[in-house]
């Protein structure tokens, strides 16, 4: 799945308000985009991502049937 087939996947099914789904279109994004981005370029990103994913700590507390139900 590309990010194009990501994002339209996530409008679909109305996730484009959780966090956790967001930032893995980033990172699809950017790995798309690693064969034009320097070394550098590609860490700064990353760390980026990976911050903000920190950042949403256990967001599933309180939601577990919702998220992790069948």
């Known amino acids: 799945?590309?990010?194009k087939q990501l994002?339209?996947?996530?409008?679909a099914t109305d996730?484009?308000?959780k966090?956790?789904?967001?930032?893995q279109l980033r990172l699809k994004k950017l790995q798309?985009?690693?064969?034009?981005l320097s070394p550098e370029e590609y860490?700064?990103?990353?760390?980026?991502i990976h911050q903000d994913l920190m950042s949403?700590?256990?967001?599933?507390i309180g939601i577990e049937d919702e998220?992790?139900?069948s």
């Open 56 to 60: 949403l700590g256990e967001w599933w």
């Open 32 to 36: 798309e985009r690693r064969a034009t």
């Open 19 to 23: 966090p956790w789904l967001l930032v």
């Open 15 to 17: 996730s484009i308000h």
């Open 7 to 11: 994002a339209q996947y996530l409008e």
């Open 67 to 69: 998220v992790f139900g």
């Open 1 to 3: 799945m590309n990010s």
């Open 43 to 48: 860490a700064n990103e990353l760390a980026d």
